[in-house]
């Protein structure tokens, strides 16, 4: 059974700092292009940053140089720091692993709260 299982979330004020982290079971996690995703209420889920398995990178112009996505293979586990948090980044974020063709999988999701 796979399951991806996200923690780190909280409440952090404007200008704060946060570690998510994504702890992936039941898949050969290192061959998976790993994901964080968010959505905030009454929008869409958007991409926030993914990293294949060789490491390469991908961020929404909205994060770029403030989060950092990153991936431990040998603990099977992916992970989003974030930095310079800002309002516009409360949502419910999630973690996505993706394999060509098969099916995503995604995590049940960690809710981060930006406010003073």
């Known amino acids: 059974q796979v399951q991806l299982m996200e923690s780190g979330g909280g409440l952090v004020q404007p200008g704060g700092s946060l570690r998510l982290s994504c702890a992936g079971s039941g898949i050969r996690f290192n061959i998976y292009t790993m994901g964080w995703y968010r959505q905030a209420p009454g929008n869409q889920r958007e991409l926030v940053a993914t990293i294949t398995m060789s490491g390469n990178t991908n961020y929404a112009d909205s994060v770029k140089g403030r989060f950092t996505i990153s991936r431990d293979n040998a603990k099977n586990t992916v992970y989003l720091q974030m930095n310079s948090l800002e309002s516009d980044d409360t949502a419910v974020y999630y973690c996505?692993?993706?394999?060509?063709?098969?099916?995503?999988?995604w995590g049940q999701g960690t809710q981060v709260t930006v406010s003073s």
């Open positions: 996505n692993a993706r394999k060509w063709p098969t099916p995503d999988y």
